[in-house]
């Protein structure tokens, strides 16, 4: 039977929720390592076929955690994600994980803090540190962001298996054409407001960066300084923020089955990390961001001091698709049309800081 499943990491542990496709009653499942911060829960789906979250504890540290029974059992890896001993350098936190099944092999990829990839051959149980990445020749200009230096965003050209680009905070958008081995800055047109030169090579602060659902040349991302569309592989970047109330925020989705259309929901400034003017909007554009419509239908329009962090917004497979926000008060909102319609799925949970979805048998 086939289940849509919404992975949700917390403050305060993981959770699950499933419902049949028609979306209109849910079951959680939960809370899974509670007490942790789970700050990621991705599926990956194929032969592997798992559960994957990155967590935190405040004793042992972080580490990531797979779970081939949809959270039933959760297995530990056996060399974690960890730099190898003289590095001199050690991980504050896992920030995401990304499956890459395009080869049809169990690899994994793991986003860090400071400002490090790693990656898993064999389903997460052994991790080894994408130098290359960590030893960019551009590292002494990076900069840690308020949340820390690190690898949050991770796409993969499904055409071409030796590309795959990162996002980094406050580093910038980088890609590799020949499986790692080598990492170009791709950051041409977007601005640093907050550094002396406004267009540098690097050290502009992305916050979420997405592939187009069908057309891997066009990306989208949503910086500290605005929301960004490039067309031809992140080679340039135009400026797609005309029409929001702010050029701040953390999140991005695309629609999985129309790629040019794109959902945002912006902050009001980086010095006050709240809706803007108390109003929880989420914008949604049908063109590649060339306009903007506000979606509120079922979403409070008053007094909605509220924040989405950079995860924390998905959408699903289906026909039409849901999406999913979750907030830092910890409601998680849902639209089963695409953002027209929306309501609160579950409240009071810990506050959220990842939502992703995947279409599950269970």
Not at 168 to 175: C, K, Q, V
Request: charge should be negative; proline fraction near 6%.
């Amino acid at each position: 039977m086939k289940k849509v499943m919404i992975l949700i990491g917390t403050r305060k542990g993981g959770f699950l929720a499933f419902s049949d496709p028609d979306r209109k009653k849910w079951d959680l499942k939960g809370p899974f390592f509670k007490g942790t911060q789970v700050h990621h829960m991705t599926y990956v789906g194929g032969d592997f076929g798992a559960v994957c979250a990155t967590v935190k504890n405040d004793w042992w540290g972080p580490d990531v955690r797979i779970s081939k029974d949809l959270g039933e059992t959760w297995l530990e890896p056996k060399n974690g994600v960890r730099f190898a001993e003289g590095r001199e350098l050690s991980v504050a936190q896992v920030w995401m994980m990304k499956g890459d099944q395009r080869t049809g092999k169990p690899i994994l990829y793991a986003g860090a803090d400071p400002g490090a990839l790693f990656k898993s051959g064999d389903g997460g149980m052994n991790w080894d540190e994408v130098r290359s990445l960590t030893e960019h020749p551009t590292r002494d200009k990076w900069q840690p962001g308020a949340g820390g230096m690190m690898v949050h965003s991770i796409c993969l050209d499904p055409e071409n298996h030796h590309r795959m680009f990162v996002g980094i905070s406050a580093a910038g958008a980088f890609r590799t054409d020949d499986g790692g081995k080598t990492w170009t800055p791709k950051n041409k047109g977007v601005r640093a407001d907050f550094m002396p030169d406004k267009f540098p090579e690097v050290g502009q602060c992305v916050h979420h960066m997405e592939m187009h659902s069908s057309n891997p040349s066009v990306l989208y991302q949503q910086n500290h300084c605005g929301v960004y569309r490039s067309e031809n592989a992140g080679d340039e970047w135009v400026d797609i923020s005309e029409g929001l109330p702010s050029r701040f925020g953390f999140p991005l989705a695309v629609h999985p089955h129309d790629g040019d259309t794109i959902f945002v929901c912006p902050a009001e400034s980086d010095q006050n990390r709240m809706l803007p003017d108390g109003l929880l909007r989420i914008f949604r554009s049908r063109d590649r961001g060339n306009s903007w419509q506000a979606l509120t239908d079922g979403l409070p329009q008053t007094q909605a001091y509220q924040l989405v962090l950079r995860a924390a917004m998905d959408t699903d497979t289906l026909d039409p698709a849901g999406v999913y926000v979750g907030m830092q008060g910890g409601q998680l909102l849902a639209s089963r049309d695409e953002g027209d319609h929306w309501e609160v799925l579950f409240n009071w949970l810990p506050p959220v800081s990842s939502v992703q979805t995947a279409v599950v048998e269970v």
